[in-house]
């Protein structure tokens, strides 16, 4: 089934008649741009798991918000060898309402019309609402789900033109450039390939649906004709790359409304612009709360795994995490939360993955969201348990080195507050790269359990008395005593008796100290500080 036919201008075939007469074709136009691409392809789009653009945007935005601009945009699908059709809206739906009370742009891809490829004046439609949102300083989420521009329009040497006109003032690429910006979500929503991609590399979150989008390079038609051989969508750009692989990919949503949810949930936390700070929201969890349960989570024994998770929830508000990228380098935790109201973002290492160590995925994961909170101005807690760095062939090969370097640089130049809690292990590099007040810690705290080293005290004892074990002079009575004094002299303590931390707390005391410090400080600052562009994701 094609798309419904265009209604007619007048029924006498010119002006208008009457003023009911003309308000009766722009209602006629605008159920048209209502039906979208037609009931049979609706259904298509359903069958695979998918909302249409307009369900999409009703999920996205409070009851009754949405203020849609464009609607009587028409398109024409010109197709060699078949009659052309009408595209109602010419493919995309965008407009503007409220995301938990606050001004959101949006962009929606129509993938019940030419599989959500865009026309010349969708293309002047997003380009429009984007420049809305740059010039008033206002989020903008793009539902994507295409490849852009119609391939009818953009074959042969046209192309040259056609790009540097039609996408060249599209979001979020010169959107996002901007020194003074707003939060940009790209939610891959279908097939997403090309620009889309590009993107979201550039953009603050970017959600994924599983089972049913998936984002590329380029989609499956075009790498079999370039490398042969039968592959998927989801293959090449689904959760299990994306959300797993390669970490590009924030949220992986089970569902449409999921990753919506997901959405709606990111830009509550953040404030509507980078020269703004986040809202101290009311909380019904008081900021003194005691955190008795942490004495069950953490095991004193430090070759015992816990999930750092649940740390954090016992510390945050009422237990709320929105964790991002938590299917990636899961040894490290990086999640939105707040404390007695105050948005902060959660840095932990994770015992329960590889022991909490630092490697090159934890710390790509680590700079992006410490640019993000930087960027926004959002305060940084970060609780540190870990055996160090990782060392060996395979990270050499990953460029530990360098990746080391880079947390180092983002870490110094932070300006948004960090407050770190050394909770167990706190051993090597990476206790200096987390939080340590040397690089970038405003307030240091540790539990009573928090060791401190350049390395564990096994790994000292294996070095120290190296000669005596190849002499064959080493006894157990002496190993038990260099490894006992090497214990007691990692004990946090003897570095806050040094002035090297700012106290040692209670572990069931560390929500109501972050509270405290929290509201102590405040949100330091305004404006850009991390740097005049987004980074690109590593």
């Known amino acids: 089934m094609s798309s419904p036919a265009p209604v007619a201008e007048t029924t006498s075939g010119g002006r208008p008649q009457s003023w009911a007469e003309a308000a009766q074709v722009l209602a006629a136009r605008r159920e048209f741009a209502l ?3 037609g009931e049979a392809n609706i259904e298509k789009q359903r069958e695979k798991g998918r909302l249409t653009p307009r369900e999409r945007v009703e999920l996205l935005f409070d009851p009754g918000s949405f203020q849609e601009q464009g609607a009587l945009a028409l398109g024409t699908l010109i197709v ?3 009659p052309d059709r009408a595209a109602p809206a010419d493919g ?3 407009g503007w309402g409220d995301v938990v009370g606050r001004r ?7 993938g019940t019309i030419a599989a959500g490829a865009r026309g010349h004046a969708a293309n002047r439609k997003a380009a429009a609402i984007s420049a809305f949102a740059r010039n008033s300083r206002l989020p903008l989420v793009w539902f994507a789900e295409s490849s852009v521009n119609r391939m009818q329009h953009v074959m042969g040497a046209q192309f040259a033109g056609d790009l540097e006109r039609e996408l060249g003032a599209l979001p979020p ?7 003074l910006r707003a939060p940009t979500v790209i939610a891959i929503s279908g097939q997403s390939v090309g620009r889309p991609s590009f993107a979201a590399m550039v953009s603050e979150f970017v959600t994924l649906n599983r089972g049913s989008s998936a984002m590329a390079l380029a989609g499956p038609s075009i790498v079999r004709a370039a490398i042969g051989g039968p592959v998927t969508s989801d293959e090449l750009g689904g959760a299990e790359m994306h959300g797993k692989g390669t970490g590009l990919v924030d949220y ?3 569902s449409e409304a999921d990753s919506i949810d997901g959405i709606r949930r990111f830009l509550d936390y953040l404030p509507p612009y980078t020269g703004a700070a986040p809202r101290r929201l009311p909380s019904d969890d008081p900021g003194d709360r005691l955190c008795p349960e942490l004495y069950d989570i953490v095991p004193l024994a430090y070759r015992r795994a816990y999930d750092m998770r649940k740390v954090a929830r016992a510390v945050v508000d009422n237990g709320e995490l929105l964790e991002i990228k938590g299917d990636f380098a899961r040894n490290l935790v990086t999640a939105l939360a707040r ?5 902060v973002g959660i840095v932990a290492n994770n015992p329960l993955h590889a022991a909490g160590i630092v490697d090159p995925p934890a710390i790509q994961k680590l700079v992006r969201f410490v640019q993000l909170c930087n960027l926004y101005n959002i305060p940084i807690v970060i609780l540190q348990d870990q055996p160090g760095v990782m060392v060996g062939p395979g990270v050499e090969r990953q460029q530990i080195v360098k990746n080391v370097v880079w947390l180092s640089q983002t870490m110094r130049s932070v300006t948004t507050p960090v407050l770190t809690v050394l909770v167990r292990k706190c051993y090597g590099f ?3 790269l987390l939080g340590a007040r040397m690089n970038g810690g405003d307030t240091v705290v540790a539990w009573p359990s928090a060791s401190i080293s350049l390395a564990g005290p096994e790994a000292g004892v294996a070095t120290v008395l190296a000669a005596e074990e190849r002499a064959g002079t080493l006894t157990d009575e002496r190993r038990a005593e260099v490894l006992a004094a090497f214990f007691e002299d990692s004990r946090a303590r003897h570095a806050a008796y040094a002035g090297r931390l700012d106290d040692i707390l209670e572990p069931e005391q560390t929500r109501a100290f972050l509270a405290r410090q929290l509201a102590l400080i405040g949100i330091r600052g305004a404006g850009i500080r991390y740097s005049p562009k987004p980074a690109l994701r590593q």
Request: hydrophobic share 45%; aromatic share 8%.
């Open 35 to 37: 039906g979208m691409g």
């Open 80 to 82: 060699p060898g078949r």
């Open 92 to 94: 995309i739906v965008v």
């Open 104 to 110: 959101v742009c949006v962009i929606a891809d129509d």
């Open 173 to 179: 690429l010169r959107f996002m450039s901007s020194g």
């Open 252 to 254: 992986v949503g089970d």
């Open 339 to 343: 404390i007695d109201g105050w948005t």
């Open 430 to 432: 990476s206790y200096l």
